[in-house]
């Protein structure tokens, strides 16, 4: 099972620190919404992401999907950088609570995720999502199955 694909051989710190330093590539949907990963360390992650008109849904502001999106994704890898190489994550639950609208006026959100327990089948995470004035946008949980590869 490739989890990270080709990179699955690292450690997910390693291969999140390759991706905030330009080593690495980001994922097919890190470039279509725009976001990146800009730090990584041992059970947290960051994600930024400028706010676009095409990110916005139809009422002026960006799309509740793409912020959600970012919060997952900084979970997730929060989570990540607490797993060995060849142990993936995917996503079992996420709650999400939004605080503030985000808009191109808002200028460059981060989410940052937080790994709160991470144990052998399930892990616990929280993001925050922020404005670069550091107001609070937006809360969110998530728990997370870890997959570990099969036994020969």
Request: proline content about 3%; aromatic content about 6%; hydrophobic content about 40%.
């Amino acid at each position: 099972m490739a989890v990270r694909g080709k990179h699955f051989e690292l450690s997910g710190l390693e291969f999140l620190r390759a991706l905030a330093s330009g080593e690495l590539e980001h994922s097919p949907i890190a470039h279509t919404l725009g976001f990146r990963v800009t730090e990584a360390k041992e059970g947290s992650a960051t994600i930024e992401l400028e706010p676009a008109e095409f990110l916005y849904n139809a009422v002026g502001s960006v799309h509740g999907g793409a912020v959600t999106a970012i919060a997952d994704s900084a979970m997730g890898f929060a989570v990540s950088t607490t797993l060995p190489a060849s142990v993936g994550y995917t996503t079992l639950d996420l709650n999400i609570r939004f605080l503030r609208p985000v808009t191109e006026e808002t200028g460059t959100i981060r989410a940052t995720g937080y790994a709160e327990h991470s144990g052998r089948t399930t892990a616990t995470a929280r993001a925050e999502i922020r404005d670069s004035d550091d107001r609070l946008l937006a809360s969110a949980t998530a728990r997370c199955m870890i997959l570990r590869p099969e036994s020969s």
